[in-house]
């Protein structure tokens, strides 16, 4: 007997299950040689499925042999559906077949373990219990499972540092809320009516009063000024707007600068704010120089020529043009 020699040295119980495991091996190369003589077989045979074919060659070729000769189409169309229907057949029973082989084969598996597992080895019994107690273990898990039901979240922990894209997506839509709002309030400052009193200055103050919008840039500002002024001063109607210059607190501001600008910002000038253009005095009790004081003067309208001119000469001496950036000394100014 192969595998059993002059030297073996063994129980009779292990000499049993060599010659179960050579017959077992037998069994599986007997088996092998039906599955490779039925393949053979199934060459010769006359179906459509070949080996290596894929489904659109093996239609081609089943319809070469079908159509030998003039056919017409309705003849054509016919056979084409018929072996078509033939090749699907073809296939669910192949498929039910390597189907059936795989779950004899699964079987016969399981009868080797349950025959390999009645086996009286030394450390069967351990596995076997250990078997045990997993089964044991997963039946508890699942009956913890169904007693405490689904896992859920703990309202009571603090979340609010992690990240949401819900509470996100609120946090932005908010956003935009109050951004769109506030571009509406300030497009209504914009549109607000704004009293200017302001001076034409030739030398001499000619105080008048006008009416403008916040959103108005000193260019419209002064439009609206020569305008007003033209009737009475021929100076004013020979020239243009870009050769007009307003002075408020001894500080030239540049025709592209709005009123919104100044009112928003709070801006000052050498003597007083920049953001109120009516005029009135702060009174106080005592001179406190740490104080800043709220005195608005009125702004004067200048003619470009008559500044250049005289720009040497108090109080054009002390003009200096807007920014935005610098901070102005505090003093006061006599007259408009």
Not at 51 to 63: D, M, N, P, V, Y
């Amino acid at each position: 007997m192969s595998g059993m020699g002059d030297g073996y040295v063994g129980t009779a119980q292990d000499a049993v299950r060599i010659r179960k495991l050579e017959k077992q091996r037998e069994a599986e190369r007997r088996k092998i040689q039906e599955l490779k003589d039925k393949s053979a077989s199934a060459k010769g045979q006359p179906g459509l499925l070949q080996f290596g074919k894929s489904r659109a060659e093996i239609l081609e070729h089943a319809l070469k042999k079908e159509t030998v000769g003039l056919v017409t189409r309705e003849e054509y169309v016919e056979k084409r559906i018929n072996i078509r229907n033939k090749i699907e057949e073809e296939e669910k029973e192949k498929l039910q077949k390597q189907q059936q082989e795989e779950e004899e084969l699964q079987l016969k598996k399981r009868k080797q373990r349950k025959t390999k597992g009645s086996s009286r080895l030394s450390f069967a019994d351990d596995i076997e219990n250990g078997s045990e107690e997993e089964d044991c273990e997963n039946e508890t898990l699942q009956s913890k499972r169904l007693r405490h039901g689904k896992l859920g979240k703990d309202p009571t922990v603090e979340t609010s540092f992690l990240p949401d894209s819900e509470r996100e997506a609120e946090e932005q839509a908010e956003r935009e809320r109050l951004q769109r709002q506030w571009f509406l309030e300030q497009e209504q400052i914009r549109n607000e009516p704004l009293q200017i009193t302001y001076s034409y200055w030739d030398g001499a103050g000619h105080r008048r009063v006008i009416l403008a919008r916040k959103g108005d840039k000193i260019g419209d500002f002064l439009r609206s000024v020569q305008q007003q002024l033209a009737p009475e001063f021929r100076e004013i109607r020979t020239t243009s707007v870009e050769n007009l210059i307003y002075v408020k607190e001894d500080v030239i501001i540049p025709h592209q600068h709005s009123f919104y600008e100044l009112i928003i910002n709070k801006a000052r000038g050498k003597s007083g704010p920049l953001f109120h253009f009516d005029v009135h005095e702060d009174v106080r009790t005592t001179a406190d120089a740490t104080i800043e004081k709220d005195e608005s003067h009125a702004g004067k309208v200048v003619e470009r020529h008559w500044y250049e001119k005289n720009k040497h000469i108090f109080p054009a001496s002390r003009w200096e043009i807007y920014d935005p950036t610098k901070k102005w000394e505090r003093y006061t100014i006599h007259g408009d």
